[in-house]
């Protein structure tokens, strides 16, 4: 078991302890220190929502087809202005470095996007992650908050079986299909596993492109044109229930999971030509965070990421949006959400990269 997976594990399961919901403070009155009357007229007077945006604008990642984005949202948008009371606006991108600027410009207010491009958000227009998405599977699958679920997840390296290549060192010189120059599962992360595989340098060593997205990554793989990717276990898993793909996935049917080398070469070569193979793992990635402007008011922020964590516990809407939010900083021995994500900073290094170049 790698160092990433020691150091997630041992927190994992604390995590549905800490999560349970947000503890409510009270307001005391005043003490009456001078034997006056204590200020209750004018602490009524103090707005809870002074400085609040009038309208709450959160980017997104347009993908393929933005205005699906926009309708899977619809939901999300709809709780929180329910929770906030405020005017809730959606916005896409056609890039991650794209959501990236409208936050650093305040063309918006908050973004989801990919957990490394969090990092560049940071880095450029002063995000604060305040909670962690977790989701679930194909739509075919009732969804419910799970409190066992991990807050990280896996990028899968992976060919069409029967296309002459049956382990990472046969990808020299082959094609290959990454995602987005910003996306962790779908180029940072499988490039980090190349080249800790033994590749210096994947961009020469393989004639490697963009595809655009996770499913045009995939398909570009099992339509042939391309001999292998890079993507995560959830886009495959994803593309096999919606009969887009076919893929040989893990006997369990389980995802984010350890698995040993002889696991992945058993399930590999018992997979028939034709469908969609693993050949390699990477280490967990933290999944993607909410993040916000940090220079927005605290008590805004706040109520921001209660309603976050507050959806575990609201059944209709975890079905509707098909996700909850969690905080495990605690439960991993962290001294806050951000630190979370320092596993990808140690990505970065490895890759001499520098996060504006992702822009």
Known sequence: MNRHWRNLAVGAAAIAAVLLGAACGSDS??????????????????????GWPKQFHIGLFGG????????????????????LGVEVKLTTGTSYGAVIEAMRAKRVDAMVVG????????????AEALAVR?????????????????????????????????SLADLKGKGF?????????????????L????????????????????????????????????????NLRNLVASKQVEACLWADGKISEPRTAAEIK????????GKLGILALSDPIPSTPLAVRSDLPESFKKAVKD?????????????????????????????????????????????????????
């Open 134 to 166: 977790l989701g679930c599977g194909p739509k075919e699958i009732p969804c419910k908050a799970n409190p066992t679920a991990k807050p990280y997840y896996q990028s899968v390296v992976f060919t069409k079986k029967g296309s002459g290549v049956n």
């Open 307 to 359: 309603a976050l964590l507050a959806m575990k516990d609201d059944a209709a809407t975890v079905e509707k949006t098909r996700s909850w939010y969690v905080d495990p900083h605690e439960a991993l021995g962290l001294k806050n959400l951000d630190a979370f994500y320092d596993s990808l900073r140690d990505i970065a290094k490895l890759l001499n990269l520098d996060l504006k170049s992702l822009e």
């Open 29 to 50: 009155a005043e003490p009456k220190t001078d034997g006056s009357t204590p200020k209750t007229a004018a602490a009524a007077s103090v707005d809870p929502k002074a």
């Open 115 to 126: 957990p490394f491009s969090y990092l560049l958000a940071v880095q450029e227009a002063g």
């Open 64 to 83: 393929d087809d933005a205005e699906e984005v926009l309708r899977n949202n619809n939901d999300m948008k709809g709780y929180l202005e329910q929770k």
């Open 195 to 234: 080249i800790k595989s033994g590749y210096a340098n994947p961009d020469k060593d393989m004639q490697t492109v963009f595809a655009g997205s996770h499913p045009t990554a995939a398909l570009a793989v099992y339509n042939g044109k391309t001999p292998a990717g890079g993507t995560n276990e959830s």
């Open 266 to 273: 058993k399930t590999f070569d018992e997979c028939p030509n």
């Open 177 to 193: 299909a990454f995602v987005d120059p910003a996306s962790t599962s779908g180029h940072l992360a499988p490039k980090t596993l």
